[in-house]
């Protein structure tokens, strides 16, 4: 089984990560039988088809990382010892998650998650992810001195137990200014801004813990996240993809990623 998959440039590589590590629906057989079968049949917290509105990303010369496995079997954004990423009382799901956003539990009543699980799945999943995710930036680092990662990440428009209204479109995540270097969030900024979205920046989402934990713009390593709402690349209650409506983000998207590029060569 792969943790995850990667899709390296068609053309010369440049120093971008796209990492996507919600989108991934694949859980173990050996845990299926654990499973809420109503649950299992919706995979409600998945980032849907990210891989697909992104797909563009190679040919400009950025290497993507994706995740296969479902983040209920272990959440890449997620600390792994479980400290969590907001106080402000809002729902916030665990490493190995046990409810879904809205409160609801994943698992048969009569399954225990022990320590014992949750470390296993973090050896055996979670840190394959990040051990590979650290491989590429390095490896770009020290070939051209920087590195920019791009955490691509969508959510339904509402979710009550997360925040009390809908979520604006667009929301870029540099945990306060510390994972990303102003200029590069600015022109990122500037580039969405582009569109009639509604954008806003480290509100509700600051980044999560692959943006906060890699980035150090300091040492030119720019980590930044983007959230954005499911409904513009999707339809029928956000529940498939849109090819009409994906095209509008995609092209923005793209644009974006180009600008960026432009300032790293």
């Known amino acids: 089984m792969d943790v995850f998959k990667i899709t390296s440039p068609t053309g010369k590589k440049i120093p971008f990560i796209l990492s996507i590590p919600h989108s991934g629906t694949f859980i173990p057989d050996k845990l299926l039988d654990k499973f809420n079968n109503e649950q299992l049949n919706i995979l409600d917290d998945t980032d849907w088809f990210l891989d697909q509105l992104y797909d563009f990303a190679p040919k400009l010369g950025v290497t993507t990382i994706k995740a296969d496995l479902s983040r209920w079997v272990v959440d890449l954004n997620r600390n792994p010892k479980n400290q969590p990423l907001y106080n402000d009382g809002r729902i916030i799901t665990a490493i190995c998650p046990e409810t879904n956003f809205n409160g609801e539990p994943i698992y048969k009543k009569n399954y225990n998650l022990n320590h014992s699980e949750i470390s296993a799945r973090v050896d055996n999943y979670f840190l394959p992810y990040h051990q590979k995710l650290k491989q590429l930036i390095n490896y770009f680092k020290n070939k051209y001195g920087r590195v920019v990662i791009w955490d691509a990440h969508s959510i339904k428009r509402f979710v009550s137990s997360i925040h009390e209204n809908p979520f604006p479109d667009l929301i870029i995540g540099n945990n306060d ?77 793209e644009q974006t990623f180009s600008t960026i590029i432009e300032k790293l060569t």
């Open 177 to 253: 200014g510390k994972s990303c270097d102003k200029q590069i969030t600015e022109l990122v900024v500037k580039q969405l801004n582009q569109s009639n979205l509604d954008l806003k920046i480290n509100t509700p989402f600051k980044g999560g813990y692959i943006t906060r934990s890699i980035g150090q713009p300091e040492q030119n390593i720019n980590a930044i996240q983007l959230e954005m709402s499911k409904d513009l690349y999707m339809k029928n209650n956000e529940s498939a993809y849109d090819f009409e409506k994906a095209q509008i983000i995609k092209k923005l998207l």
